[in-house]
């Protein structure tokens, strides 16, 4: 799930913060050898305690889970009989905001339980049930105090700010009031709000269909893969063996994966044009131009952050193309296809098991100073973790960080590779941002936005990134790790803006009256994948078959998400670049620090703007896209060395 809001008008399901299926990190895998004994060989193998979660943390057992959420169910009773009381005074004002601020606390708690628990096997019934439970817990408690936001709006400013004189204990609300006070002409009254509340269940049901169906009912295939014996293509596989050194392996696996997922298109169809319906049902009842404004007014965020990436990410094509002629050049490929995307421009001569993967990103943290990294070390040395895949365990990679009282749990699926060091150094930037924020300010103000956090995760993939570069002893590792790079920047930059287009269109054609199936949603997709990777002009080749991709995307479900995974890299790769300019001036690490222990204490445009940076001028994508050319500068200037050794 995306990102949400712990405020009064925007609790959802769970803080989640998802790098799953389709983010650059879990989905562009880089595949290595891997070890025999690795738990990555076999799905089905009894998992060592230390990679595995403890979720007791939250709850001793399934009784105390039970108990609970009874418990929420009796709070969220409580609070709804506060309606109609905000006009009473400050005292009752600060009644109702506390007990809402603990009765979504607790909430989270549960949901956090009850989701974890569930992702360790999608295909356990029971804890689909348990899932489906609390997020009817949830709803309840959003249609509990519904009433709120209706009422803070009749007070008004005056009065709210009369309020909040009277009553010091109101000042650390004063954020969240106030924002309520900015949503007043998309707040409806309390019965109606109340009905948008009880709606949210309804909301979730398509992903939770498509997430059944994504990671159990679809029979994905099994392949022979090296003469080994045969390996299930699954989300998982796929992620592993799409980038495969030997072309006939990874034709094979894109030809099965797809093939699978395109028998299903019209289920899968059908499903994600219910979720698009049902998110443009809200944007209309709360009178919103778009669902695209309604989903950046939530964070304050001008519309010209969206449009200025889309823009200049449009004017650069030349740019990705360059890149895919120099991915044909070094493969030695003159019909670049889409099933050579993935594959290593140089392969990797190590594994990376979890063991390495902490101490190397432990020690990649340094720049950041000695009390980030003995954060870090504290979190990766407790049972916070589910490192490995097993069958029926959720795909990607996720942080959940809900839990206020407890600590944040990670989810992966370590492949024993670069991308997995990559992964775990991405979430773990979540993790840390997390508990810097659970640290410095009160539940309430301590959710973020993506747009943030996801700036938190790619800075330090940046630096896991310039570590590996130091730390290189030959050409052949440096092309390695400037590959990977510019990797990096393609699937986090030109595809997530790629992803984000296609959403503005399934979006668009939703609200000027269009049917969507899954044939029309291909159709669309494929307009716009094959123009961004030069189908038309013989850059890259992108087959019918493969244009079913868009499938297999959760994100498209998380309502103009990934359009942020494009603005963080550009945001994280100015902080890294001030961290790191001089190591004797602690000043730009103080500010990016300051940044992350902000939490969600302000907007996070704002947030951006007071640590230097704006997001909705070109200045930050073009920079990023200078960059690239300068890596491939670097690139083709190293695979010449080694080429042309005489010269």
């Not at 300010?441 to 570590?467: C, G, K, M, R, Y």
């Not at 130091?470 to 803006?497: C, K, N, P, V």
Request: glycine share 4%; charged share 20%; hydrophobic share 40%.
């Amino acid at each position: 799930m995306a990102m949400t809001h712990k405020v009064f008008l925007l609790v959802s399901m769970l803080v989640l913060v998802a790098c799953s299926a389709e983010t650059p990190q879990a989905n562009d895998a880089q595949t290595t050898p891997t070890k025999p004994t690795s738990p990555v060989a076999d799905q089905t193998a009894e998992l060592d305690p230390r990679w595995v979660w403890d979720l007791s943390s939250l709850y001793s057992s399934m009784d105390a889970w039970h108990a609970a959420r009874a418990e929420v169910l009796e709070q969220a009773e409580a609070v709804a009989q506060l309606e109609g009381t905000l006009s009473k005074g400050p005292a009752a004002l600060l009644k109702a905001v506390q007990d809402i601020s603990a009765l979504t606390k607790a909430a989270a708690r549960v949901y956090t339980y009850a989701s974890l628990d569930a992702d360790e096997n999608v295909a356990d019934n029971a804890g689909q049930e348990r899932r489906q439970l609390a997020q009817q817990m949830y709803s309840r408690v959003t249609q509990a105090f519904a009433w709120m936001a209706p009422e803070v709006i009749a007070l008004g400013p005056d009065t709210l700010a009369s309020y909040i004189a009277d009553e010091p204990k109101l000042t650390t609300y004063r954020h969240t009031l106030t924002n309520t006070l900015r949503k007043a002409p998309h707040v409806r009254s309390a019965e109606v709000e109340a009905v948008m509340a009880a709606v949210q269940l309804l909301q979730a049901q398509p992903f939770n269909i498509y997430g059944t169906l994504a990671n159990s009912d679809i029979p994905f295939p099994t392949l022979e893969i090296a003469g080994k014996e045969e390996t299930l293509i699954n989300s998982q596989g796929y992620s592993r063996h799409r980038g495969h050194p030997d072309r006939n392996v990874r034709q094979a696996v894109f030809e099965g994966y797809w093939g699978t997922w395109a028998k299903y298109s019209s289920s899968v169809g059908q499903s994600l044009s219910a979720h698009i319906q049902s998110q443009v049902f809200e944007t209309q009842q709360r009178n919103y131009a778009d669902t695209l404004t309604r989903n950046l007014f939530s964070d304050a965020l001008p519309s010209e952050v969206y449009d200025t990436l889309v823009k200049v990410t449009n004017e650069n094509l030349d740019t990705l193309h360059r890149y895919l002629r120099l991915r044909a050049k070094v493969l030695g490929l003159s019909d670049l296809n889409y099933h050579d995307i993935y594959v290593d421009l140089v392969q990797p001569i190590r594994s990376y098991p979890i063991e390495d993967t902490i101490t190397l990103v432990q020690d990649a943290m340094a720049p950041l100073g000695e009390d980030y990294q003995a954060r870090l070390a504290q979190a990766t040395s407790q049972r916070w973790m589910h490192v490995y895949p097993s069958k029926g365990k959720r795909s990607g990679a996720y942080m959940a960080g809900s839990a206020y009282d407890v600590h944040p749990f990670i989810l992966l699926n370590h492949q024993d590779d670069f991308n997995s060091v990559s992964t775990y150094a991405h979430e773990w930037g979540h993790g840390i941002h997390q508990v810097l924020s659970n640290e410095n300010q009160p539940w309430h103000l301590s959710d973020f936005s993506i747009f943030t956090t996801e700036t938190a995760a790619i800075a330090n993939e940046l630096l896991v990134q310039n570590h590996m570069v130091q730390q290189s002893r030959s050409d052949e590792e440096m092309l390695f790790y400037l590959g990977y790079a510019l990797e990096q920047i393609r699937t986090t930059f030109f595809r997530q803006t790629m992803f984000s287009e296609f959403e503005g269109s399934i979006y668009n054609a939703i609200e000027n009256g269009e049917a969507l199936s899954g044939a029309r949603i291909t159709e669309l997709y494929a307009d716009i994948v094959r123009r961004y990777h030069g189908h038309d002009q013989g850059v890259m080749n992108v087959p019918d078959l493969y244009t079913h991709e868009w499938m297999f995307v959760p994100h498209f479900y998380f309502n103009y998400y990934v359009f942020q995974y494009a603005t963080s890299i550009a945001g994280a790769a100015y902080f890294v670049e001030q961290i790191t300019a001089d190591k004797e001036d602690t000043q730009a690490r103080d500010t990016y620090l300051a940044f992350l222990k902000a939490g969600g204490a302000d907007h996070p445009y704002t947030l951006f703007q007071q640590a230097g940076l704006d997001m909705a001028s070109p200045e930050p994508y073009e920079a990023l896209i200078r960059r690239m050319n300068e890596l491939m500068d670097a690139f083709e200037a190293t695979w010449a060395r080694l080429n042309n050794p005489a010269s």
